[in-house]
């Protein structure tokens, strides 16, 4: 049974950064592909960024070059998303997926909130 649980959300100013981990319940490189979303009220789910099995990671236009996705180099368990120059239209839930065998697996999300 895999499990994903996010946490690192939370209230930040325009401006401001966080960090969002999911702590995976096996190694996150026994994964084909390993990713954040988000999903902002009365908007349907997008991609945020991604790790490939091969290739350039992936960013959504809107985060890139404010986002940072990765594995944590001290615990092979956990991906981050590190988030710099936060805006009001980055506040969303965001969740980690990861697939696995063509099946992809959710955590229940972290909320991120960005306003003065």
């Known amino acids: 049974q895999v499990q994903l649980v996010e946490s690192g959300g939370g209230l930040v100013q325009p401006g401001g950064s966080l960090r969002l981990s999911c702590v995976a319940s096996?190694?996150?490189?026994?994964?084909?592909?390993m990713a954040w979303y988000r999903q902002a009220p009365g908007k349907p789910r997008e991609l945020v960024a991604e790790?490939?099995?091969?290739?350039?990671?992936?960013y959504a236009d809107t985060v890139k070059g404010r986002f940072t996705v990765g594995r944590d180099a001290a615990n092979e368990n956990i991906l981050y998303l590190q988030m710099n120059t936060l805006k009001p239209e980055d506040t969303a839930v965001y969740y980690c997926?990861?697939?696995?065998?063509?099946?992809?697996?959710w955590g229940r999300g972290t909320q991120v909130t960005v306003s003065s």
């Open positions: 997926s990861a697939t696995l065998d063509m099946y992809d697996y």
């Open positions: 790790i490939p099995p091969t290739g350039n990671y992936y």
């Open positions: 096996k190694s996150i490189s026994s994964f084909n592909i």
